[in-house]
């Protein structure tokens, strides 16, 4: 018990795990990719998955972390966001409720996974009895919004995401509803940065499907880096969720990395320390 588990969604956008496994690799203990037995996607549509894939998958895993979980986990009675949520939850109990229950999608890449994992051993206290005393531990997204011809568009300023927990009683996909502890760790996220066929089926199969704002793949396929400037309010739901893009002339991920540094891209130790304050109050007296 105790240790530093990982799971993964093992779906269509399969290849993505390529880019994604190798920044927590190291630094997990175990690591479980978790496929619906009868290739399904929430949404029950079908995908495949090129063999080749699991031929890199095995040479990849030297240490002998990774577990492919199966599973029925595309339910017709359910919509996509409740088969997301259940799936979520089946995931964190077979990685076992006593260890650091992290979960990561496949186009999420840590840029410092070393880092999340020390601070998250200064509350190993809370896996003594998680049951009694439920936390979640939040990062922050930096969104690939789009790729363009010479480099990405990115919302410019990092949005919370939900990443760990000790007990997964999620109430929607991988948040609950217990206090949030916030790390500075920032997780770059292609989210809506696919090709326009890739895009189409993620929207269409996706939890949030049902949400999607009519507009928005439009706006998607008007923006560039020519013009992204004189736009705004981007969401897929709320468009003024993610009011202004950014750009980074590049599409590598190391010069990506560089470059968030010396932009100095980040979360204010001070606005954390207030956002930590305000959830230890709010559940101070939460039994």
Same mark, same amino acid.
């Given at each position: 018990?105790?240790?530093?588990? !990982?799971?993964?969604?093992?779906?269509?956008?399969?290849?993505?795990?390529?880019?994604?496994?190798?920044?927590?690799?190291k630094?997990?203990?175990?690591?479980?990719?978790? $496929?619906?037995?009868?290739?399904?996607?929430?949404?029950?549509?079908? &995908?495949?998955?090129?063999?080749? &894939?699991? !031929?890199?998958?095995?040479?990849?895993?030297?240490d002998?972390?990774?577990?492919?979980?199966?599973?029925?986990?595309?339910?017709?009675?359910?919509?996509?966001?409740?088969?997301?949520?259940?799936?979520?939850? @089946?995931?964190?109990?077979? @990685?076992?409720?006593?260890?650091?229950?992290?979960?990561?999608?496949?186009?999420? =890449?840590?840029? %410092?996974?070393?880092?999340?994992?020390?601070?998250?051993?200064?509350? %190993?206290?809370?896996?003594?009895? +998680?049951?009694?005393n439920?936390?979640?531990? &939040?990062?922050?997204?930096?969104?690939? =919004? $789009?790729?363009?011809?010479?480099?990405?568009?990115?919302?410019?300023?990092?949005?919370?995401?939900?990443?760990?927990?000790?007990?997964?009683?999620?109430?929607?996909?991988?948040?609950? %509803?217990?206090? !949030?502890?916030?790390?500075?760790?920032?997780?770059?996220?292609?989210?809506?940065?696919?090709?326009?066929?890739?895009?189409?089926?993620?929207?269409?199969?996706?939890?949030?499907?049902?949400?999607?704002? +009519?507009? &928005?793949?439009?706006?998607?396929?008007?923006?560039?880096?020519f013009?992204?400037?004189? @736009?705004?309010?981007?969401? =897929?739901?709320?468009?003024?969720?993610?009011?202004?893009?950014?750009f980074?002339?590049?599409?590598?991920?190391?010069?990506?990395?560089?470059?968030?540094?010396?932009?100095?891209?980040?979360?204010?130790?001070?606005?954390?320390?207030?956002?930590?304050?305000?959830?230890w109050?709010?559940?101070?007296?939460?039994?």
């Amino acid at each position: 018990m105790k240790k530093i588990h !990982v799971g993964f969604l093992l779906s269509y956008d399969y290849e993505l795990l390529k880019y994604s496994l190798p920044p927590v690799y190291k630094f997990a203990d175990k690591i479980f990719l978790a $496929k619906d037995i009868n290739n399904k996607t929430w949404s029950g549509n079908n &995908f495949t998955i090129d063999p080749s &894939f699991f !031929v890199w998958l095995n040479e990849f895993d030297i240490d002998n972390k990774i577990e492919i979980y199966e599973d029925d986990f595309s339910l017709p009675n359910l919509n996509a966001i409740e088969n997301d949520t259940r799936e979520r939850t @089946m995931l964190s109990k077979k @990685m076992g409720i006593g260890n650091w229950l992290i979960q990561i999608d496949s186009d999420e =890449y840590f840029l %410092d996974f070393e880092d999340f994992v020390k601070k998250l051993r200064k509350y %190993d206290k809370y896996l003594e009895n +998680p049951e009694k005393n439920k936390i979640q531990i &939040f990062g922050w997204w930096l969104i690939i =919004y $789009k790729y363009t011809e010479t480099g990405i568009l990115y919302v410019n300023k990092p949005l919370k995401a939900a990443f760990a927990t000790n007990y997964p009683n999620y109430t929607c996909a991988r948040r609950t %509803d217990e206090r !949030v502890i916030y790390f500075n760790n920032l997780v770059l996220h292609e989210s809506v940065a696919r090709t326009e066929k890739e895009l189409e089926f993620k929207l269409k199969n996706w939890g949030h499907n049902k949400d999607v704002n +009519p507009n &928005f793949l439009d706006k998607w396929k008007s923006v560039s880096e020519f013009n992204y400037k004189e @736009m705004n309010n981007f969401y =897929y739901i709320e468009p003024e969720r993610w009011k202004k893009l950014g750009f980074f002339p590049t599409k590598d991920l190391n010069e990506i990395k560089k470059s968030i540094h010396k932009s100095k891209i980040s979360v204010s130790y001070l606005y954390l320390a207030k956002k930590n304050l305000g959830q230890w109050f709010k559940h101070l007296f939460k039994k």
